[in-house]
């Protein structure tokens, strides 16, 4: 199971591409409202979430967690005390940890970067407090998986998916979507 945790501000861009990259390949995915079932876009997108995070638990069996950027989005993700719950279990646990945008400063404030390489949206470096700030689009390091923005979503979908299955299935879907 991956959980994707939608905060009002989110970043619509980051957070969907994702989203249908990963339901493509068949990936069981759940979005998750912080504050609600409705997550209200950086862009005033609504997007109705499959279930709110008061709903689930991080002593449920998951694979994954994604926190897409935008702002206020970021810094409403950082404020929750389920996602600091999910982060601090994923992080014990050797789970995947995925951040884009502005979000890997809610991961940096958490020294959970402390000796990673990562990048972020420009302007957040500061945040990712002991990370090897790498530049660019998008950076894997073990576990941790961030992005730099929007314009890195396709990359950002697409190392998550290979951390999830395979090159044959990454592959596959950048062929149906015609990326390659």
Not at 73 to 97: C, Q, R
Not at 101 to 119: E, Q, Y
Not at 130 to 143: E, F, H, I, Y
């Amino acid at each position: 199971m991956v959980y994707m945790f939608l905060a009002d501000g989110f970043e619509e861009i980051e957070a969907l591409y994702t989203l249908d990259v990963l339901r493509r390949a068949g990936i069981d995915i759940k979005t998750v409202g912080v504050g609600g079932k409705t997550a209200t876009g950086s862009h005033q997108i609504p997007v109705a979430c499959d279930v709110t995070a008061d709903e689930i638990s991080p002593d449920s069996e998951f694979d994954m967690i994604i926190l897409p950027g935008g702002m206020p989005g970021s810094t409403n993700l950082d404020k929750s005390e389920v996602v600091d719950h999910f982060i601090s279990v994923a992080n014990e646990n050797g789970k995947f940890i995925c951040a884009i945008c502005a979000a890997p400063f809610v991961l940096g404030k958490r020294g959970i970067l402390k000796g990673k390489r990562a990048t972020c949206y420009p302007g957040f470096e500061a945040e990712l407090i002991g990370a090897t700030l790498v530049d660019a689009g998008c950076v894997r390091d073990g576990s941790i998986i961030t992005a730099r923005a929007m314009g890195s979503a396709h990359e950002f979908a697409f190392e998550i998916l290979g951390a999830l299955t395979d090159d044959n299935m990454v592959q596959k879907i950048k062929k149906a979507i015609l990326l390659d």
